[in-house]
Every structure is written in C-alpha cells, then in structure tokens.
C-alpha cells in the first residue's frame, strides 16, 4: 500500500516470516511507532530491504528501512513518504497509478482495483487495533470525563426582526 501521509515505512510481522526472514534479520530501536492506529504502539524492530517497483527496463530499486510491526493487516507493506521521496514518486490517485523517473524514461505502477477492494474488504474485517502492543503516551495524563453546565439557569430571549 502507498500512504503519502505515513512518515514510516512498515512492514507488517506475518510478510516479514513469509519472507523467510529471523530474528538475526533485525535490528532493535527503542522508539515507539506515533498514531500509527490512533496510538503510540511499540516497534518490534527494524529491517533493511531491497525493493524494486516497476518493471524493467523502466523499474527502480531501493534499499529500504522498513518498521516492522506485529499488527493484523490486509496489507504486506505501507511505503510512506522516506521511500515515495527516495524514488522520486508522483501518485495519481484518479488513474491509481504510480510514477518515477528511471534511467529509461518514466516507470510506472499501477492499482490492481481487485486486490484494492479484497485488501480493503479484510481491512474493515479486521478488529480496531491490538490492544497488547498500545504504548500508553508517556506526557499524557488520563482526562476524567467532564460534563459542563452553566453557573446559573438560562433564560431564553426571543429576538424580533426589524
């Protein structure tokens, strides 16, 4: 998935063990991953890839830094903008396309409408977050509930029209 919006790449714990990737594949951080799902969630780790988008001759590859993170998702990956910037992106959202400048002209990546429709159908499927990995947001205190009512009686004052 292509979000311009994320300022991460993530690569989601159940793709990274298809991959055949271990444990000796990654890298700690102690940062937390920032309204993510809403939340702050703790990282599992991190993992540099090679990943190639387009199709030769007109293709880029890129090493990339992904998060991984251990979340459900109808999704493998989200490329946010530190790759979409590295390659150079330009997305259409209108003609669901990508495109990047290659050393043989303009490459190009395009949406698969079914894939999007079953990625999305199991995205909404899926429970709201993860509750096991939330990170409380360590400057934020617990805001009790609060309902507010006026000092003094309100006294409703019809206005006339001139």
């Not at 030769?56 to 493998?76: C, G, H, I, Q, W």
């Amino acid at each position: 998935m292509v979000d311009t919006r994320s300022s991460a790449d993530v690569l989601y714990f159940d793709a990274f063990e298809r991959l055949g990737l271990t444990q000796g594949d990654l890298t700690p951080v102690t940062s937390a991953l920032t309204w993510f799902i809403g939340d702050s969630i703790s990282l599992l780790e991190t993992t540099m890839l090679p990943i190639t988008i387009g199709e030769e001759p007109r293709a880029k590859t890129v090493m990339t830094t992904f998060m991984v993170v251990d979340l459900p998702s109808a999704y493998n990956v989200i490329l946010g903008r530190p790759t979409l910037n590295r390659i150079q992106v330009v997305v259409s959202t209108y003609h669901r396309t990508i495109e990047f400048p290659t050393s043989a002209r303009v490459g190009e990546a395009r949406n698969d409408s079914r894939e999007s429709r079953r990625c999305y159908l199991t995205a909404i499927a899926l429970p709201a977050k993860s509750h096991s990995t939330l990170v409380p947001e360590p400057h934020e205190a617990p805001v009790p509930q609060v309902t507010l009512e006026p000092p003094e009686p309100l006294i409703k004052v019809p206005l006339k029209r001139s």
